[in-house]
């Protein structure tokens, strides 16, 4: 179960961002103000809210000891301030002046980056305040940044939908098309992936768009070597664009936010949806766990944060298991038997079983092997056609017209989401 247990509604306008500390909750919104609560009681510090900002505040991050808060906005500028007074340490401006979407500390709080509207990238020593190296994206505006865990290298994000990688040099190590309309937000999990090969380490990255779909992907480090950077799966359950999205700090959840009001919470090993929250009145901007405690904000142009406290019912439907696996070619025989069992295709265990089907021979599977090997159609149909065909004692393939060895259907889910697709793309234009 998942609960409401407080609903901050103190911003007058459309709240753009939360963060938490270990103590403390940031909010920031397009009022040009940042607040800052107590977790003990979710009343507001003294100080607050914090204001400089003359244009809307779009994101706000804590230093990883919690000490000091970074805020972007409009105008320009990163602000870091005090979390213990509320007093300003430096205010950055932007080279460009570009407003200034997205901010966040390295692990080991030594450095910033900030993203702005026009694709430049900085990346400031959070020390003395400096700008260390400064770079751009060739198109689209920066609305996303996370670093990874071990803070060798940060991801950005563009409007455009590309997922650059970048080394602590500034150096653009890889670029890739994530997200046909445009990437939203993207987070690492601090925690790293069970099971890797000897002298690699594998962290899940989340990244959603305006595709509606939130993307995951594993990257894994080698210390000589460098990085890879693989595609895993992609998450359904939202029906518009994704806004944010965010992983909880053991790793065992992923949260994401939309422009359809919910936000749904999943389970990061099964995939699965854990809990879909409807709380929320207009899109759901921004959605944050906790570090320490099972609490969860959720922002949203509704003009609120909603505090979120999980039982620990969730926390054992979220248990990760003993041994997951990274990459479909390492499942084993059982581990396919249990995907085809979570994708409502138990029909499918015995015949896969009884060829030997393992992860790397499911990856290689094809329709003609599907047809002649197993014995199963491979094609799609529309339900209605193919269950007139069975209803007149039809029992071979319409296409192929070998037996089947099975009536029942099942439904071709990413065709479905393609054609899903299709037609909101359609409706857009």
Not at 88 to 114: H, K, N, W
Not at 324 to 348: H, I, M, R, Y
Not at 365 to 382: F, H, N, P, R, V
Request: proline share 4%; hydrophobic share 35%.
């Amino acid at each position: 179960m998942v609960e409401l247990i407080h609903t901050l509604a103190d911003h007058n306008d459309d709240v753009n961002c939360c963060a938490f500390s270990s103590s403390l909750l940031a909010t920031c919104a397009l009022d040009k103000t940042i607040r800052l609560y107590f977790l003990s009681d979710f009343t507001e510090v003294p100080y607050s809210p914090l204001k400089f900002h003359t244009y809307a505040v779009h994101c706000c991050c804590f230093s990883p000891s919690g000490h000091i808060l970074a805020s972007c906005s409009t105008d320009g500028t990163t602000v870091l301030w005090d979390t213990q007074n509320g007093q300003i340490l430096a205010v950055m401006e932007q080279p460009s002046g570009s407003p200034v979407r997205v901010c966040r500390f390295s692990p080991d709080s030594t450095c910033l980056v900030s993203g702005a509207s026009d694709g430049t990238v900085v990346l400031w020593n959070a020390q003395s305040y400096k700008l260390h190296r400064c770079a751009s994206v060739k198109d689209g505006s920066l609305v996303a940044c996370a670093f990874s865990p071990p803070g060798n290298l940060f991801v950005t994000g563009s409007s455009c939908g590309d997922l650059t990688v970048w080394d602590d040099k500034m150096r653009c190590l890889h670029s890739e098309k994530a997200h046909d309309l445009g990437i939203t937000c993207c987070d690492f999990s601090s925690q790293p992936v069970p099971g890797g090969e000897r002298g690699l380490q594998f962290f899940q990255l989340a990244s959603c768009g305006q595709d509606c779909q939130i993307k995951i992907w594993v990257i894994s480090f080698i210390h000589i070597l460098g990085f890879e950077l693989k595609y895993k799966s992609t998450l359904t359950g939202h029906c518009a664009p994704v806004l944010a999205c965010a992983f909880s700090h053991d790793g065992q959840m992923l949260v994401s936010g939309s422009v359809d009001k919910s936000v749904i919470v999943y389970d990061t090993n099964t995939e699965n949806i854990l809990h879909t929250l409807t709380q929320h009145t207009r899109y759901v901007t921004t959605c944050a766990f906790a570090p320490n405690i099972l609490l969860l904000a959720t922002g949203s142009m509704d003009k609120t944060v909603n505090i979120w406290q999980f039982d620990t019912e969730t926390l054992c439907r979220a248990k990760i298991p003993d041994q997951p696996k990274q990459f479909t070619e390492n499942w084993s025989e059982d581990d396919v038997s249990n995907w085809l069992c979570a994708e409502g295709l138990e029909d499918l265990v015995d015949i896969f079983k009884m060829n030997n089907i393992d992860g790397r021979e499911l990856l290689n599977l094809t329709k003609e092997s599907l047809a002649d090997d197993l014995k199963i159609d491979g094609y799609s149909y529309e339900k209605e056609a193919m269950e007139n065909w069975i209803s007149k004692k039809k029992r071979t393939s319409p296409m192929t017209n070998l037996v089947l060895s099975s009536v029942i259907l099942t439904p071709n889910r990413t065709l479905k989401m393609a054609i899903d697709r299709w037609l909101s793309e359609t409706h857009q234009k």
